[in-house]
């Protein structure tokens, strides 16, 4: 079969074989497979951001959240949900570029020429690998920093009296008292819902608007009963400059109207964190006994991100290279894709897992590449090429 006139070709070799020149397959396969993932990329992105905004619709109307804030809120989810959806969108478009080059020969005037399907592979995870490299990038700076800043827009519409702030944790407002806190969680236990806050300060102003009082609590916490603090250092401000007096109490009941849902509902959420800010939160509760699983998950997975991607594309490719000697190319992407979910749902369920019976989150998120890597060698093995 005669090579295509887009590609150039070097001197005949011995036996008048022709030969391609150094890496120019590489860049024509990877440009390819570089286009189709790109263009699944962007048509997963957009029917998943349209799903996101007619969700959003149950929420227009609650406080000042109207469709343009809605709009902004989304927007500003893009990044997140492009990094969420890049491995699909690699895995599908892969398969399509590839499978458009076996539709029109190409692959089989490759492998006529002596390429082996590892290096067309090869090729293919090349190009991904830019790509991956840029999503781990994003999923470390703009989708954390864009998914806090649409829970701030989103919450400040509906509330009107809570905000959250990049370095600052949680802000609220009830009449003259503002509180402050680093972070929370909510908790279960004996079958009801708790809200704890950690690291709490209450400024209480005075009729002028001077500061009256400053509070420090180790933890506020919110349960049936209402609001207590506990481990309360206070400060009151006499009327002459310079008087104050300090009170301290073990613990303590709170009178506030607060809502704690929308308080829940400002806390930072473990996704919305870089490593590095989830590396900290890990050692904070692993310091004070507190449960470490919801961020071993999140930190452990941004972790094995790119080795996902990539194993997951190794694995499913070999189902394109099944019209080089038949037909039913359809067929065989389909179950190349099918294949590639299958494993994305084995990957969640095995975090699960680890988290049901606590055992190592690296171990949850690093046997399940290993068994996609070892299934692509032995598919490539099976029909060498």
Known sequence: MAVPARWPAGPSGEGGHVTLRPRLHDIYIGRVVLATVLLTWTVLLGFDVVMALSG??????????DFPTALAFVAYTVPRRAYTIFPYAAVIGSLMGLGQLAATSELTALRALGLSRRRLSASAATALALLTALMVVNGETLAPWGQRQADQLKLAAKTNNVAMARYQGLWAREGDTFLNAVDGEERIVDGQRTLELRDVRLYRLDAEGGLHSLTRAAVARHDAGGWSLRDVRRITFGFNPGSATEQ?????????????????????????????ELRAGIDYRTRNNLDAREFEDIYWSRWFYPLNVLALCLAAVPFAFGSLRSGGMGKRLFLGIVFALGFMLLQMQFGRLAGAFRFDYRIAYALPPVVMLATSWWLFRRKSG
């Open 56 to 65: 959003q619709v149950g929420d227009l109307g609650k406080g000042s959240y």
């Open 248 to 276: 301290a109490v073990a613990e303590e009941r709170w009178d506030s109207q607060l809502d704690p849902n929308a308080l829940a509902a400002g806390v930072t959420r473990a996704r919305n964190l870089s490593a590095s």
